[in-house]
């Protein structure tokens, strides 16, 4: 069961403040929900459903520390998560004999501290190849429905793990052609004992689909669900200022409209876990580009359409996380915007434009934009209001938490 995580007391209250959020709702209870049905239309309310899945958290999982109110996340079948496996992956996500050149590791692109990016508006491989998109936080992946920025079939976290380290095109750990060294380097060092710990009684114990099974467990329990609004959900109604609560009632109302695709506990709609039947896997077109008045995104990033083929899936890419979004930047797939206050200038505008240079084009004339970025007007006050609420999404013990630091480096 997904489980309300405020107390009775404290529901009126919140509710008093942001009667009209019903995206919000979706993570308090689902009678409120129900009440909530008519003002916001059915996808919401099918997405606050998905998020109260009946999900049982046994004890088996009391070691995860799941935040209140979260679900399990999605554990493939063939691949149970236990510590043993996710330690082992905290081992293989930061080193970097991962990379052919020994330079490079996952963590190289996905800092702890950046809440898992690399503050870069896009990434840099081993060799020096510069990926076409921004690396992404890794907080709450085991969570998404769909991995990457514009990729509709990447729904695997153990697949998706073949990509940094096999890649060609771009390159980033550039492991291609040089599995055997791979696993002679893994067979060398202290790894025996802590594959065998993760998969007790399988031979071989160090393999392909070990070393990803492992990456992928240790990415599930990488959660974030202990910033300012948890607390403030959670009964603490200190947690927040009147700054960012005024700002959490814009962004959950239907002027701002941000919380249709950044709503739910994860903060996307982008979202799967334990108990959920078929996930939605929605994409978006933000209206960030508009090259030939028809709508072109740049060559190398055009959404989904690289993958469908369907023109009218131009531009379209998923909502990320805004969960620790004040340290991620800059911002979107390519790393275009450069702060906050820029992400909130391109949804005023209802898409942005470019005045000069080869990406100029008004993103709000765009054909593919979505019909819910439509542009609003935030006074000064108001988008300070706004920024201060994205900012309470910060959860700082997770950027620091040991059990998602760098295992090599001894803690002070
Ligand atoms: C060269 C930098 C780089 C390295 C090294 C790297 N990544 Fe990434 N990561 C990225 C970029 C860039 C993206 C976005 C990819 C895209 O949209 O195609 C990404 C996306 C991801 C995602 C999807 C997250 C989401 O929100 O959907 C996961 C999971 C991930 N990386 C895991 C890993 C793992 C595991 C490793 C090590 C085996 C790794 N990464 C190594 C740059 C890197
Ligand atoms: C129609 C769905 C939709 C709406 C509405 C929407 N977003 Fe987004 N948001 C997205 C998508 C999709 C992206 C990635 C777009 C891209 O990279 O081209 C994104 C990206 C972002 C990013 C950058 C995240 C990162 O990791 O780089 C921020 C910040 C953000 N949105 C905040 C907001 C705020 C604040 C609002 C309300 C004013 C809002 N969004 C409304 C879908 C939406």
Request: proline share 6%.
């Amino acid at each position: 069961m997904f489980r309300p995580v405020v107390t009775a007391s404290v529901l009126p209250f919140i509710g008093r403040r942001i009667r009209r959020s019903c995206a919000l709702w979706g993570v308090l209870a689902a009678a409120a929900v129900s009440a909530c049905a008519q003002d916001t239309g059915d996808s919401i309310n099918e997405f606050a459903d998905a998020g109260m899945a009946d999900t049982q958290v046994s004890q088996e999982y009391a070691w995860l520390e799941l935040p209140p109110g979260f679900p399990l996340p999605a554990i493939p079948d063939d691949n149970p998560l236990t510590p043993e496996k996710a330690e082992l992956g905290r081992y293989l996500f930061y080193d970097t004999r991962l990379s052919a050149n020994q330079t490079m590791s996952c963590a190289s692109c996905h800092l702890q501290e950046l809440a898992f990016t690399d503050g870069r508006p896009q990434g840099l491989g081993s060799t020096g190849e510069f990926h076409p998109r921004s690396s992404m936080s890794l907080v709450n992946v085991g969570y998404l429905s769909t991995l990457t920025w514009s990729n509709p079939l990447m729904t695997s976290l153990e697949y998706q793990a073949l990509l940094p380290l096999f890649g060609r095109s771009p390159v980033e750990l550039g492991m291609a052609d040089q599995e055997a060294e791979l696993f002679r380097r893994l067979g060398e060092s202290e790894y025996a004992d802590l594959f065998e710990q993760a998969f007790p009684g399988e031979t071989p114990a160090i393999s392909l689909l070990h070393v990803t099974q492992a990456l992928a467990s240790f990415q599930r329990t990488i959660i974030s669900g202990n910033s300012p609004f948890d607390r403030y959900m959670q009964g603490d109604v200190g947690a927040l200022s009147a700054s960012a609560l005024r700002g959490l009632e814009l962004f959950f109302s239907e002027r701002a409209e941000c919380f249709h695709c950044h709503g739910g506990f994860t903060f996307t709609d982008s979202v799967d876990h334990a108990g959920v039947g078929q996930a939605a896997r929605p994409f978006h077109n933000t209206g960030l580009y508009n090259l030939d008045g028809n709508g072109a995104y740049p060559e190398d990033n055009q959404g989904i359409l690289e993958v469908t083929g369907r023109a009218e899936d131009m531009g379209a890419f998923r909502a990320p996380t805004l969960r620790n979004i004040a340290v991620t930047a800059p911002y979107m797939h390519d790393g275009s915007i450069a702060d906050l206050n820029a992400v909130i200038d391109h949804y005023a505008a209802g898409g942005r434009t470019i005045s000069e240079g080869e990406y100029a084009g008004v993103g709000s004339e765009s054909p593919f934009r979505s019909p819910l970025v439509r542009g609003f007007v935030l006074s000064e006050s108001e988008r300070a209001d706004l920024i201060a609420f994205l900012e309470s999404l910060t959860d700082e013990t997770l950027l620091t938490d040991p059990r998602f630091s760098n295992p090599f480096v001894e803690s002070p």
